[in-house]
C-alpha cells in the first residue's frame, strides 16, 4: 500500500468545456448591457462550474482595475452562507459579508482589524438598518456596478416568515437598484423556486442556465471531449485505454455533470494510488456515487430543467402533435440503462435511458 501524494490528486483543472463557454458568453452579454435594477440569474446543477464563472465574469468587468491603485471595485462577490442557528439563513450576517467585500472603512471587519475591540463595538450597536445604508453608500463610493451572491438559494433557510426568501431576494433587488447595481443571483436549481413567488422581480430577470449534459450524440461527443482533457491528468491501469472506454459508465454516474465527474475521478484516483495502480473499472464502480444519492441529485436537476422550459415551447406545437403534461415530460426511471459499449472516438448513437 502506497502513501498517497498531492501530485496524484491534482487532478482539479479547469477545462473550458462547451456548456461552460457558452454560459459565460452569455452571462457576459447580459451584463454588460443590463440596467441598474436588473436582476440576472446563473443556475444549474450543483458543481457545474458557476462559482469559476463568477471569477472569470468578474475578471472580465472589471476591466484590470486595482483597487490598491484606484480605489474602485466595480464587482463584488458574496456567498449567501446560512451562517444562523440550526443552518438558517441570516440577512444581517449577509450584510455585514457585503460590507467587508466592498472594504468599509467603519465596518469592515479586515484581516488587520479581527482584534480591534472599536471594530466590534461598532458593529454590535449598528441596527441591520443603518448597515443597510452604510452598504448602500460604500458601494456608490466605491463605484460597484456588479452584485454577484453565490449560493443564493440559502435565502429559502430564513427563520421568520418576513423573511421569506422571495422577500429576501426582493430586498436584495432593491439594494441593487437604490445602489445602481446589477444583482446578480447564482445558485443551484432550487433558487427558480424561490423566484417565482416575486412577480415584481421576475419583470426584470434575466436567465443564464449552465446545464449539464443530455444523453444525446452531439451532448455525449461533448462528454466524450471532456473525458479526453481528464486522460492527460489521471493515471490509468494498462487495461483501460482511456476513459472513453467507460464513457456510458461514466456518464450514468454523473449524469452528465461536470462537477461530478471530477469529484468521481478525484475518488477513483486516491483508491489506485493506495494500491499503487492505475484507475481500472473496477475501482470506477467502487467509488462512483451511491445509486440513492445520485436519484436525489437526479430530482433536483429535472425539477430545475422542468422550470426553465418555456411555456412558449408548449403553446408553439402545432394541433396534431403529442403535447405534453409538464408533469410528464420524462417519466423514464433514471440509473437503470444498459450501456452499450462504442469504440473509442466512434460513438454513432447514444441509447436513451429506458425501464428495464
Not at 458568453?25 to 436582476?39: K, M, N, P, R, W
Request: proline content about 4%.
Amino acid at each position: 500500500m502506497n502513501l498517497i501524494t498531492t501530485d496524484v490528486l491534482n487532478i482539479d483543472i479547469q477545462i473550458p468545456h462547451r456548456n461552460w463557454v457558452t454560459a459565460l458568453s452569455e452571462a457576459f452579454a447580459l451584463l454588460i448591457s443590463a440596467q441598474s435594477g436588473d436582476v440576472v440569474c446563473i443556475t444549474g446543477p450543483s458543481r457545474a462550474g458557476k462559482s469559476r464563472l463568477i471569477e472569470e465574469l468578474v475578471k472580465l468587468l472589471s476591466g484590470g482595475l486595482s483597487y490598491e491603485e484606484t480605489g474602485l471595485i466595480p464587482a463584488v462577490v458574496v456567498e449567501a452562507a446560512n451562517t444562523g442557528p440550526h443552518g438558517s439563513f441570516l440577512t444581517k450576517a449577509l450584510t455585514q459579508r457585503m460590507i467587508d467585500a466592498i472594504k468599509h472603512p467603519v465596518f469592515s471587519l479586515q484581516d488587520d482589524d479581527l482584534h480591534d475591540s472599536l471594530v466590534f463595538q461598532r458593529l454590535s450597536r449598528a441596527t441591520e438598518g443603518e448597515l443597510r445604508l452604510a452598504l448602500e453608500k460604500a458601494f456608490i463610493a466605491r463605484k460597484t456596478k456588479y452584485l454577484f451572491i453565490d449560493e443564493a438559494q440559502h435565502a429559502k433557510y430564513a427563520t421568520k416568515r418576513s423573511e421569506s426568501g422571495h422577500a429576501i431576494i426582493d430586498s436584495w433587488k432593491c439594494l441593487a437598484q437604490a445602489s445602481g447595481l446589477v444583482l446578480v443571483v447564482v445558485g443551484a436549481y432550487p433558487i427558480l423556486d424561490v423566484l417565482q413567488k416575486s412577480p415584481h422581480l421576475l419583470g426584470r430577470k434575466h436567465q443564464v442556465h449552465l446545464p449539464r449534459y443530455q444523453l444525446n450524440e452531439e451532448d455525449m461527443e461533448a462528454f466524450c471531449l471532456i473525458l479526453a482533457h481528464y486522460d492527460r491528468v489521471v493515471k490509468l491501469s494498462p487495461k483501460l485505454d482511456s476513459l472513453q472506454d467507460v464513457a456510458d459508465l461514466l456518464y450514468d454516474g454523473t449524469l452528465g455533470c461536470i462537477g461530478l465527474l471530477r469529484g468521481w475521478l478525484t475518488r477513483a484516483s486516491a483508491m489506485s494510488a493506495i494500491h499503487g495502480a492505475g484507475i481500472t473499472k473496477n475501482i470506477l464502480m467502487k467509488t462512483r456515487f451511491p445509486k440513492n444519492d445520485l436519484e436525489e441529485i437526479y430530482k433536483e436537476i429535472k425539477a430545475g430543467e422542468q422550470n426553465l422550459i418555456s411555456e412558449d415551447f408548449f403553446d408553439s406545437l402545432a394541433p396534431d402533435e403529442v403535447k405534453p403534461k409538464k408533469k410528464n415530460i420524462s417519466s423514464n426511471k433514471p440509473f437503470q440503462s444498459k450501456p452499450k459499449r462504442h469504440k473509442k472516438n466512434n460513438r454513432t448513437e447514444v441509447d436513451l435511458i429506458t425501464d428495464e
